[in-house]
């Protein structure tokens, strides 16, 4: 690597907060002759929407772990906000460094100006800076080409470091530990027994704490320990849910692949006044329906719902309430942990209908997935505590009890729902053309 030989080289981190599986790092640690330092910029400062406050705690503890783990080995370690000078060539100046380097990462259009303001600056001030890629993500830009294998840390090392309590390969570890004995594919739908099948280590996945390529390895691993364990058990469910999960993980890699930038093709028409009181009910779970009223205020209580309600409310905001998709991928920008770019948007988009339209509409009906996810009214009485009045059996629609005094829906589900079909049926075929090419070849990722 003669770019980051000469001097002390500065690591950037973005969306990969860790130092092991971290190519930037390691490339930067084995190469640099004389010390590197490592400075994060905050995805604020660098376009990103707000985070959540969980993910702002997730992160916080991940930057007080990589402070510790850079302070043993005397690397200088910076985080810098909105208010702090985030010129590179400046930084550099300031920290004696001569080259920076840093993970292939794509962000959204306004991310990416940041990019080359940074390299434009860079250049000028004759700092050369170099992008790698050790994660099996095709990524927009310099050095964003899809490695022929994932970068991994020496996994004696892994094992032999002792490894801080909140450590997300701990918290993947123990999942893989329980993960057989979990109905992992049936129960990550349903409400209730949702956060107990899944990992819930998406916020990880967005924040860089953790790599796919490790969660994928590990996964293997564990499989292995656990045939090896229950011989004659090789074919059963328990022994599928590694392979399921894995494929999730996989999932994760091939959106980020394909989908970046989605969000930069997204159609941005201008909301009306009442699309914007539509879209304020819908973000705070008040539309009447009580599904998604639900998902959308375990969301806005817990920063996190599972699949199929994200499904669900996406689909119910773009199609049934008709409110623009740059303004609910926006939304859940703000609401999700987890929010990463490179799924939400192109989520939006197959919900909208620019991405794949000929797998057909996704058009939810409401209340029946109400009834088939939550037959027993449990999940929107818990989020609707207005539902107490409502006798048992109405929970899903409230306004056929001949006594409610609930407002009612803000749209007719039924009437929303057979325009909603009408008008996929005939809308035109909206796929972009770069799009399109992509597409023909991803029809695996569609969930
Ligand atoms: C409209 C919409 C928006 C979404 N936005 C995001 C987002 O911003 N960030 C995000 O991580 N996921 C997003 N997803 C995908 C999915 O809902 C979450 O990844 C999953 O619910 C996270 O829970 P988990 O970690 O327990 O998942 P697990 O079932 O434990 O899966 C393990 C990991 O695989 C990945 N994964 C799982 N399902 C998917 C999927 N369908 N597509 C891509 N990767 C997947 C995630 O990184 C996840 O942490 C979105 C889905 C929809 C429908």
């Given at each position: 690597m003669p770019l980051i030989t000469a001097g002390k080289s500065l690591v950037l981190l973005a969306e990969d907060l860790r130092l092991e599986d971290n190519l930037a790092f390691s490339t930067a640690f084995r190469a640099s002759a004389t010390g590197l330092a490592v400075v994060r910029i905050l995805p604020?400062?660098?376009?990103?929407?707000?985070?959540?406050?969980?993910?702002?705690?997730?992160?916080?503890?991940?930057?007080r772990r990589l402070g510790r783990q850079l302070g043993a080995l005397d690397i200088p370690f910076e985080v810098l906000g909105a208010g702090d000078d985030q010129s590179l060539a400046a930084i550099c100046c300031r920290l004696g460094c001569t080259a920076v380097i840093r993970n292939a990462a794509d962000g959204m259009a306004i991310e990416n100006a940041v990019r080359c303001e940074w390299e434009r600056e860079l250049a000028v001030a004759g700092i050369p800076l170099l992008t790698?890629?050790?994660?099996?993500?095709?990524?927009?830009?310099?050095?964003?080409?899809?490695?022929?294998?994932?970068?991994?840390?020496?996994?004696?090392?892994?094992?032999?470091?002792?490894?801080?309590?909140?450590?997300?390969?701990?918290?993947?570890?123990?999942?893989?530990?329980?993960?057989?004995?979990?109905?992992?594919?049936?129960d990550m739908w349903i409400p209730g027994r949702d956060r107990s099948s899944s990992s819930q280590l998406s916020t990880h996945f967005a924040a860089g704490t953790l790599s796919s390529d490790r969660a994928a390895w590990e996964t293997t691993k564990a499989e292995r320990i656990w045939k090896a364990a229950n011989p004659g058990k090789a074919r059963s469910a328990e022994a599928a849910s590694f392979r399921h999960f894995r494929s999730r993980v996989a999932m994760r890699t091939g959106f980020l692949t394909?989908?970046?930038?989605?969000?930069?093709?997204?159609?941005?028409?201008a909301a009306t006044e009442p699309q914007f009181d539509r879209v304020r009910a819908w973000r705070e779970g008040r539309t009447g329906i009580p599904m998604p009223d639900a998902a959308m205020r375990e969301l806005a209580a817990t920063g996190w719902i599972n699949f199929r309600l994200r499904q669900l409310v996406t689909s119910y905001a773009v199609q049934l309430l008709q409110l623009p998709a740059a303004e609910i991928g926006g939304a859940l920008a703000e609401m999700f942990d987890d929010y990463e770019p490179g799924i939400t948007w192109p989520q939006?988009?197959?919900?909208?209908?620019?991405?794949?339209?000929?797998?057909?509409?996704?058009?939810?009906?409401?209340?029946?997935?109400?009834?088939?996810?939550?037959?027993?009214?449990?999940?929107?009485?818990?989020?609707?505590?207005?539902?107490?009045?409502?006798?048992?059996?109405?929970?899903?629609?409230?306004?056929?009890?001949?006594?409610?005094?609930?407002?009612a829906p803000i749209v007719d589900h039924k009437a929303a729902f057979r325009a909603a079909r009408a008008r996929w049926g005939a809308q035109e075929q909206v796929l972009l053309p770069r799009e399109a090419v992509l597409l023909t070849h991803t029809s695996h990722l569609a969930p």
């Open positions: 604020e400062a660098r376009g990103r929407p707000r985070r959540t406050p969980n993910r702002r705690t997730l992160e916080e503890a991940a930057e790698v890629n050790g994660e099996m993500i095709r990524r927009y830009g310099p050095g964003g080409a899809k490695p022929e294998r994932p970068f991994l840390s020496d996994d004696h090392k892994l094992e032999s470091d002792r490894l801080a309590d909140d450590h997300p390969l701990l918290l993947l570890r123990a999942f893989l530990q329980v993960l057989p004995d979990r109905n992992y594919l049936a394909v989908f970046s930038r989605y969000q930069d093709t997204t159609r941005l028409t939006v988009g197959l919900n909208d209908g620019t991405i794949m339209q000929e797998r057909g509409p996704r058009i939810l009906n409401p209340v029946k997935q109400g009834h088939d996810l939550d037959p027993t009214e449990a999940y929107v009485r818990h989020w609707l505590p207005e539902l107490k009045t409502i006798p048992a059996g109405f929970g899903h629609e409230p306004w056929l009890w001949f006594g409610n005094t609930l407002p």
